[in-house]
């Protein structure tokens, strides 16, 4: 099964609303990785995550690796409309296997 | 630019049947993988290769083969369809982890029903 729980699995907000979402395994990771899917698309990559600790940001999206390789998170700032769509975490192990959690599915309420 | 390409876009087929799902890329990267993706599952791995004539397992690989015999294909064999293996299927390449990258870069999907 996967090894890779990322939660909320579903956020309803309203515009303007920071959010946070997270990714926890018990296994170490050397890279973390989130990724955006719109509709009838695949996934984009949003931030790549290469060291532990390590804390990036693009644009509104704000993200980092966990000390312990085990979690990463990410936080988008002051949500707008094309937020929408559902958000992956990903982590690729040293063999270079790369898994995906389930996904957070944001909602922005009008 | 081409990327990733992945042939058929959609498919239907009866239970029994088998196919193939084609993937090609075009960035000469070294590694290259076959997910699915269902409702609420998130994308699943099924197999995945470091390189040609290298593959292994993922997460679901029951039912599916693969081969890798050239940098630039991954071809995905279901043997005996199932019911069960309706769902969206991605191809993704990327480069290696020692490169310091992780974007894998993702085909369009292949939606295949099986009925």
């Known amino acids: 099964g996967q090894q890779l729980n990322q939660s909320p699995q579903s956020m309803f907000i309203q515009e303007g609303e920071d959010v946070s979402m997270n990714c926890t395994s018990s296994s170490i990771f050397n890279t973390w990785l989130w990724y955006k899917q719109d509709p009838g698309e695949g996934p984009v990559l949003l931030i790549a995550?290469?060291?532990?600790?390590e804390l990036t940001s693009n644009g509104r999206l704000t993200a980092q690796f966990g000390i312990t390789r085990k979690d990463s998170f990410l936080n988008i700032s002051a949500s707008i409309p094309s937020d929408v769509g559902i958000y992956f975490c990903a982590g690729r192990k040293r063999d270079d296997k790369i898994i995906f959690g389930k996904g957070t599915r944001l909602h922005i309420l009008p | 630019n081409a990327g990733v390409t992945q042939t058929p876009k959609f498919q239907v087929l009866k239970t029994g049947q088998s196919m193939t799902l084609q993937c090609a890329q075009d960035?000469?990267?070294?590694?290259m993988s076959w997910y699915r993706q269902d409702p609420g599952m998130g994308l699943r791995l099924i197999h995945y290769?470091?390189?040609?004539?290298?593959?292994d397992q993922g997460e679901v690989p029951n039912g599916y083969n693969v081969s890798r015999s050239t940098t630039e294909d991954f071809p995905l064999r279901l043997l005996s369809a199932a019911p069960s293996q309706t769902s969206v299927y991605f191809c993704?390449?990327?480069?290696?982890?020692?490169?310091?990258?992780?974007?894998?870069?993702f085909g369009e999907g292949s939606r295949l029903t099986v009925l």
């Open positions: 993704a390449s990327s480069r290696r982890l020692i490169a310091n990258t992780g974007e894998l870069f």
């Open positions: 960035m000469n990267h070294e590694y």
């Open positions: 995550l290469y060291k532990a600790g």
């Open positions: 290769s470091v390189g040609a004539g290298i593959t």
